[in-house]
C-alpha cells in the first residue's frame, strides 16, 4: 500500500484518520522521508479527538521516531507543542500521561526544552537546586532535578543534590505550566501545586524561563 504523507495530503486528512495513517506506515517507508512534525501538529486539533486519541497520535508519532523516522517531539516547534497541550483537555493529557512509556517520553521532552529556554540574562549569579516531584507515576512520583549555576540550567533524572525548594504537582498541570498554559500562583492558592523550602524562589522560578505561548 502506497502512503501519501505530502503536506497537501496530510492537510486533507482528518485527525483520526492521520493518526490511522501513521499507526500503519513503517518508520522507513520514504514517504516519511520529507514529512514536516510541525505540518503534523499544525493539522491537528485535540479538541477534535477522543480522550484516547490524543495520545495515540503522540504515541505513534514516539514509535516512528524510535522507528528512526524523523518524527521525534524534540524536532516540534515550542508554540506548536504549547498549542496542542492548550488546546488537550484534562482528560487528554491524563491519558498521555498514564501510558507509562508515553508519560516518561513527553516529560523528558519538556524538561529538556526547560534546559533549552533558561534565559541566561535573568538568571545573573543565581545558584540553586529544584525538584520537581510528579505524582502518579506507575511505581512512585516522578522527580526530576533543575541545577542552576553558572548562568546554565541542568536537567537531571532522579535527585543529585539538597534542592533549595521541591515543588509537587501532577503531570497535567506541570504541562499546563510548562507550556504557558497555567499560572503557578493560582495552582499553589488552589491546592494543585505544593512547595517544600524557600517559597519565594519557587513562585519566580518559571520567570528564568522563556515560556512559550500558545
Do not use: W
Not at 501519501?4 to 484518520?17: G, N, Q, V
Not at 525538584?131 to 511505581?139: D, N, P, Q, V
Amino acid at each position: 500500500m502506497t502512503i501519501d504523507l505530502t503536506t497537501e495530503a496530510i492537510s486533507k486528512l482528518s485527525p483520526r484518520e492521520l493518526i490511522s495513517t501513521l499507526q500503519q506506515v513503517d518508520p522507513g517507508d520514504p514517504a516519511l522521508k520529507d514529512v514536516d512534525i510541525d505540518v503534523i501538529a499544525r493539522g491537528v486539533d485535540p479538541k477534535k479527538l477522543g480522550q484516547d486519541e490524543f495520545a495515540d497520535l503522540l504515541a505513534a508519532l514516539g514509535v516512528l521516531a524510535d522507528g528512526g523516522a524523523d518524527l521525534d517531539l524534540a524536532k516540534m516547534d515550542a508554540q506548536n507543542f504549547a498549542r496542542i497541550i492548550s488546546r488537550a483537555s484534562k482528560e487528554q493529557v491524563e491519558a498521555v500521561t498514564s501510558r507509562p512509556g508515553l508519560r516518561e517520553r513527553v516529560l523528558d521532552e519538556v524538561f529538556r526544552r526547560m534546559e533549552a529556554h533558561f534565559r541566561t540574562d535573568r538568571a545573573g549569579a543565581t545558584r540553586a537546586v529544584v525538584h520537581f516531584r510528579l505524582t502518579g507515576g506507575a511505581t512512585s512520583d516522578d522527580v526530576y532535578e533543575a541545577v542552576i549555576e553558572d548562568a546554565t540550567c541542568t536537567i537531571n533524572k532522579g535527585e543529585t543534590r539538597e534542592p533549595r525548594a521541591t515543588v509537587t504537582l501532577g503531570p497535567v498541570e506541570f504541562l499546563k505550566l510548562a507550556t504557558g498554559n497555567a499560572s503557578a500562583p493560582v495552582l499553589f492558592m488552589t491546592g494543585k501545586l505544593k512547595v517544600k523550602g524557600d517559597l519565594g524562589f519557587a513562585a519566580g522560578f518559571m520567570t528564568l524561563f522563556d515560556v512559550p505561548k500558545a
